[in-house]
């Protein structure tokens, strides 16, 4: 089970929204690159990213941050927030992430989401970020009225290498992750799946070990930083 420790960047610092709501955020006192080194550390191999920044810009907005998190770190990385161009995935790639997480600008235009796979092979991942069954889109301030099961359908072949599922409702509420729909999706999805949204416990992550096969790993944010997972604890899941 790949475990990813989260680190969310806005303004420079390391912050947590509550469902996705950028006026209800807790800022933390370390910075990105500190967050990354104590990660490092205790012994993680991968870490996901999200530039909040970026998610609201559209643009690469701490390239600068992600690029040192990569070189002193070594660190497989993944990144998403506002990557909506090729220019944008090239400039992540470039600067050696694992995986770039393609989200809004893939569910609004699937022939982007088709040509990215294409031109960065084993490279994307695709965030579906779902409430009560329907995508979100725009950093979850638009409902799409699209089911997140037909859309996964739709661009299952188009050769995406992972899959975030986010239940929206859950995510920053420590409430555990929904891991009913997640397994829904990794049923059908034709490549790995990320659990995202909720974690709360050690007990979240041995659970997420039981489901099917094709869960890859977890993402753990807010309950690291608040204290309610600790990272000793958590490293020892990786190799459980």
């Known amino acids: ?51 909040l920044d970026g998610a609201l810009t559209g643009e690469t907005a701490n390239l600068d941050i992600i690029e040192e998190i990569v070189i002193k770190f070594d660190l497989n990385i993944e990144i998403g927030g506002g990557i909506r161009n090729f220019e944008s995935i090239q400039k992540y ?9 393609l989200g809004s600008a893939a569910i609004k235009d ?8 294409k031109k960065f ?21 638009e409902n799409s009225n699209q089911l997140t099961l037909d859309y996964l359908k739709e661009v299952n072949d188009y050769g ?5 599922y986010t239940d929206i409702n859950r995510d920053g509420m420590k409430q555990s992750p929904n891991f009913e729909e997640t397994s829904k999706i990794a049923d059908i999805s034709n490549c790995p799946v990320i659990i995202s949204g909720g974690v709360s416990s050690i007990d979240d992550i041995k659970k997420a ?32």
């Open 93 to 101: 790639t470039n600067v050696g992430v694992e995986k770039v997480i």
């Open 160 to 164: 995406a290498s992972r899959l975030i």
């Open 110 to 117: 699937k022939k982007f989401l088709k040509e990215a796979c």
């Open 1 to 51: 089970m790949k475990i990813f420790p989260a680190i969310d960047i806005k303004d420079k610092k390391c912050v947590r929204l509550v469902k996705g709501d950028f006026d209800n955020k807790t800022e933390y006192e370390m910075s990105p690159l500190e967050q990354a080194a104590k990660y490092k550390d205790h012994g993680f191999i991968n870490l996901h990213i999200v530039d």
């Open 121 to 141: 092979s084993d490279k994307i991942a695709l965030g579906l970020d779902a409430k009560n069954g329907y995508l979100s889109v725009s950093g979850w301030k």
């Open 209 to 240: 070990r039981e489901l099917n096969n094709n869960i890859e790993g977890i993402i753990v944010g807010k309950a690291i930083y608040d204290g309610d997972i600790k990272l000793e604890e958590l490293v020892k899941e990786i190799h459980a």
